[in-house]
C-alpha cells in the first residue's frame, strides 16, 4: 500500500507542450514490438512548478533545444539509429516569455535526466536559475565539463557556465513508494523520486496538488502508456469506451478481445492486468540498465494503481491532445486533474497507437527532420556530418 508523508503544502502544476515531435523506432524504448508498431509517435511535455506558499517557481525539463542540429556530434551520432523523424518549433523558453513568465523568476529548472530531448538549452536562461541533476550525474565519467571540452558528452558545456549545479541528498531515509526521496522544497510540496535505470541520475518529480493528491511527472521512466496500462487495478474493460478511440474512417475500431486477449503481447493469463509492453531490453534499447528499469516501472505500476495519483510520462501523446497547456491556456493549470476526472479520460487512449490487424495504429505524428517550420530537406544525409 503507497502511503505518502503528509503535508497541507502544494504546488501548482502547469503543463507546457515544447513542441517537440518525434517518431522512435519502437525497439529503442519498448518490447517486444508488435507488427505494425514499429514506430512510436512521441510528444514532449514539462512542467512548470509553483510552490503556493512561497511563489518559488521550477520548470521539471525543458524539452528539445529548436536547433537541435546544434546538439553535441556524440547525439547526433545516435540520431540515425534511434530516430525516424523530428520537428521542433520552438524552445521552452519561447513558450513561457509567449505565456508571461519572466525567465528570471525561474529559480531551477530541474532535469528529470540529461538526454537531449528533456534538457532544452539552458544557456538561455539567466545565471541565476541553478540547474538540478539527479544522483551520479557529476560523478559519471565522460558528462563533465560537457561537450565540446569533453567530446564524447551528450551535454553541451554552456548547460552549466556560470551557474549553480546541484544534485540533492537522497541519502537521508525518506521513501516513497520504495523510491528514494527528496523534499525539493522542504515542506512536502514536491518531491524528487530516485528512479533508477533509463540513464544515470533518472528522477521523476511528485507534486502534491491538494492535500491527499499528486501528479508523477514520470520524465523518462517509461516511454509509452502501454507500459504501465491495463493493470490490476485497470484492467480492460469488455469493451474500450467509444469516446476514447480515434474516429478513423480506414481502420475498424479495435476489438478489446482481438487486440488484448488472443493477442497480447506478453501475457498469457490474466490478459486484461497485465501491462502491454515492457522496456526494451533490445540491443538497440535507449536504456542503460534495461532490468532495473523494468524494476523501476513496477513500482511505478503502485503509484498508477492509486486513485489519488496520476502518472504523467514525458512523451505521452495524449497529455498535450488532453490536458490543458501554459502555451494555449496561460492560466490553466493541472491541480484539478482528480475532480475533472482526468485519470479516466486519459486512460485508454493510448490503444489507438497501437496495430490493427498488423497496420499501423495512428499515422506517423511527423515526417523528415524540419527546420524553421518546413521539412529540411538535406537534412538526412547531412545532418550527421555537421
Ligand atoms: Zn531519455
Ligand atoms: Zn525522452
Known amino acids: 500500500m503507497l502511503e505518502f508523508p503528509k503535508s497541507d503544502r502544494t504546488v501548482r502544476v502547469r503543463m507546457v507542450d515544447t513542441t517537440t515531435l518525434m517518431t522512435v523506432w519502437s525497439q529503442v524504448l519498448i518490447q517486444p514490438v508488435q507488427p505494425g508498431h514499429e514506430i512510436l509517435n512521441l510528444t514532449d511535455v514539462a512542467f512548470l512548478i509553483e510552490n503556493e506558499a512561497s ?16 546538439l553535441p556530434a556524440v547525439v547526433r551520432q545516435h540520431f540515425d539509429e534511434s530516430m525516424a523523424s523530428v520537428r521542433v518549433d ?28 528533456h534538457i532544452g538549452n539552458m544557456a538561455l536562461f539567466p545565471s541565476s536559475t541553478s540547474l538540478v541533476i539527479g544522483p551520479g550525474f557529476k560523478e559519471q565519467p565522460g558528462l563533465l565539463p560537457g561537450y565540446p571540452d569533453a567530446i564524447n ?13 546541484i544534485e540533492p541528498d537522497f541519502a537521508n531515509g525518506l521513501t516513497i ?27 521523476c518529480g511528485l507534486a502534491r496538488t491538494t492535500e491527499d493528491t499528486f501528479l508523477l511527472l ?22 474500450i469506451p467509444t ?19 488472443s493477442c497480447h503481447p506478453i501475457a498469457t493469463v490474466d490478459q486484461d492486468k497485465t501491462p502491454f509492453y515492457q522496456v526494451s531490453s533490445y540491443e538497440a534499447t535507449a536504456f542503460t540498465d ?14 498508477e494503481n492509486s486513485p489519488d495519483v496520476l502518472i504523467c510520462i514525458a512523451h505521452d501523446c495524449d497529455l498535450p491532445q488532453y490536458l490543458p497547456t501554459l502555451n494555449e491556456s496561460p492560466s490553466s493549470d493541472l491541480n484539478a486533474w482528480k475532480e475533472n476526472g482526468w485519470k479516466e479520460k486519459l486512460r485508454w487512449g493510448w ?3 497501437l496495430p490493427r490487424a498488423g497496420r499501423p495504429g495512428r499515422k506517423p505524428l511527423v515526417e523528415g527532420y524540419w527546420r524553421d517550420g518546413k521539412v529540411w530537406a538535406e537534412a538526412i544525409e547531412t545532418l550527421h556530418r555537421r
Not at 513508494?177 to 535505470?197: I, K, V
Open 153 to 165: 558528452s551528450p551535454v553541451p558545456k554552456d548547460a552549466f557556465s556560470g551557474r549553480e549545479v
Open 55 to 70: 511563489g518559488q517557481q521550477v520548470m521539471f525539463d525543458l524539452g528539445s533545444r529548436k536547433d537541435y542540429w546544434n
Open 243 to 261: 469516446e476514447a478511440l480515434d474516429k478513423d474512417p480506414v481502420f475498424p475500431i479495435p476489438c478489446p478481445c482481438s487486440l488484448f486477449t
Open 218 to 239: 514520470g520524465g523518462d521512466i517509461c516511454h509509452f502508456a502501454g507500459v504501465v496500462r491495463p493493470n490490476t487495478s485497470l484492467p480492460f474493460p469488455a469493451q
Open 351 to 353: 490503444v489507438n497507437e
Open 290 to 303: 534495461p532490468e532495473l528499469s523494468q524494476r523501476s516501472v513496477n513500482k511505478l505500476l503502485e503509484f
Open 90 to 117: 520552438k524552445d521552452v523558453t519561447e513558450v513561457l516569455s509567449e505565456s508571461g513568465i519572466s525567465l528570471s523568476d525561474i529559480g531551477s529548472v530541474v532535469w528529470s535526466h540529461y538526454h537531449w530531448d
Open 177 to 203: 513508494g520504495g523510491f528514494r526521496a527528496h523534499d525539493f522544497f522542504g515542506d512536502g510540496s514536491f518531491y524528487l523520486l530516485d528512479t533508477p535505470g533509463h540513464c544515470v541520475g533518472h528522477l
